[in-house]
């Protein structure tokens, strides 16, 4: 299924089924109160509390992006604006939380959204849902969800109408190569971007420098590939100035910040093609120069010591493509969820994410609609 994304800047339709959708309008990420419907008229407000089940959460994670995905809530198709702006979360004692709608269909009563949250694995996180009163909603405010060491976030659910990639940081959109609205797919968490392993890319300003710590992480499709597959690049293609993430490369993930590589013939890693979706995330440590692979949320193999002299320069960056100095590498696979962090992730937070991103029904529980007093 090839659907187009028909959205405005950084809010788009959630799992495109049967490709309708509904446009959300994307306020001031910086503005309050009703998300700059200064005349929407005054609704009945009500709530939802969602319960993150803590037996689903590893240790404790502060600043956590938490996604919530409904599908044919009957109080959000009677209840919520068709816009969706009425739509926010709250703390268990009303106070507004920083989220995003990333997709809202009120006929469809769809929801995808990003909200942070401190999670606890002693006891259960309580949100609220609230919706109903655009006059009293609070405005969403992606680059504060992503705020704890984020470098950039794509969702890659863009209408590729144009050359525009958001990141909902705020501080890497990105510029498509090769891309057109055909390539916006269905993908894992909503739409995604569906690259042909011929000239397909997104472009953007490569945030790393020297030897810090570092994640990358991506929701990763992969289909067969004989050479080299890249999920992303970033520097100069030149001995340890750069950092690049393979999901295939010698018939195995591998990764590495080139010459200085972790890939066949040391500490071998497995392949993932024609796997399915998968969650990868590839972690570094700069100061003992240690490697780890995430897939699932779960380590695979040992983890790997680089050798030194690890110095990351130059701007370029690329999502599915590795220039002619890294192999010309193209991705023949869908990417969804491509996140840059300039720390080493927890295990803990891992797991977390993985448990979240990949099952939101089983990691929280949604309650029965009431009234706000």
Not at 3 to 24: G, I
């Amino acid at each position: 299924m090839r659907c187009p994304r028909l959205s405005v800047a950084l809010s788009v339709a959630l799992l495109p089924a049967a490709c309708t959708f509904k446009l959300v309008p994307d306020p001031d990420p910086g503005a309050g109160g009703d998300g700059g419907r200064a005349d929407a008229p005054k609704g009945t407000p009500y709530k939802k509390l969602i319960t993150i089940d803590q037996a689903r959460v590893s240790g404790g994670q502060t600043q956590f992006p938490v996604w919530i995905a409904l599908d044919g809530d009957a109080d959000l198709k009677a209840h919520a604006t068709d816009d969706g702006a009425d739509i926010y979360f709250t703390a268990g004692d009303g106070t507004p939380l920083p989220h995003e709608i990333q997709g809202f269909s009120r006929e469809l009563g769809r929801l995808g959204a990003w909200v942070r949250t401190d999670l606890n694995a002693a006891t259960a996180t309580v949100l609220e849902l609230r919706y109903g009163d655009p006059s009293t909603a609070s405005a969403p405010r992606p680059a504060q969800v992503f705020s704890s060491s984020f470098a950039a976030v794509w969702h890659l659910d863009d209408r590729l109408d144009t050359d525009a990639v958001a990141d909902a940081t705020g501080n890497r959109p990105g510029g498509a190569g090769g891309l057109g609205p055909a390539d916006q797919v269905a993908a894992r968490l909503g739409g995604g971007i569906d690259f042909d392993g011929a000239d397909d890319r997104v472009l953007f300003t490569n945030p790393y420098t020297g030897g810090g710590d570092h994640t990358i992480s991506a929701w990763v499709f992969q289909r067969t590939a004989t050479g080299c597959d890249t999920i992303v690049t970033l520097g100069s293609p030149t001995g340890n100035k750069s950092r690049w993430l393979h999901s295939h490369y010698g018939a195995a993930i591998s990764a590495g910040f080139y010459g200085n590589d972790w890939n066949v013939g040391t500490n071998p890693l497995p392949s993932i093609d024609n796997a399915g979706w998968v969650l990868l995330h590839w972690t570094f440590k700069g100061g003992s120069r240690q490697s780890r692979i995430y897939r699932d949320g779960a380590p695979i193999g040992q983890p790997y010591t680089f050798s030194g002299g690890i110095d990351t320069v130059g701007p370029d960056g690329n999502i599915g493509f590795a220039p002619a100095g890294w192999g010309t590498c193209w991705l023949n696979g869908i990417l969804d969820e491509v996140r840059l962090s300039t720390t080493e992730r927890t295990a803990g937070w891992i797991a977390t994410e993985f448990a979240n991103q990949n099952s939101p029904q089983t990691f929280y529980t949604v309650g029965a609609e009431e009234p706000v007093r």
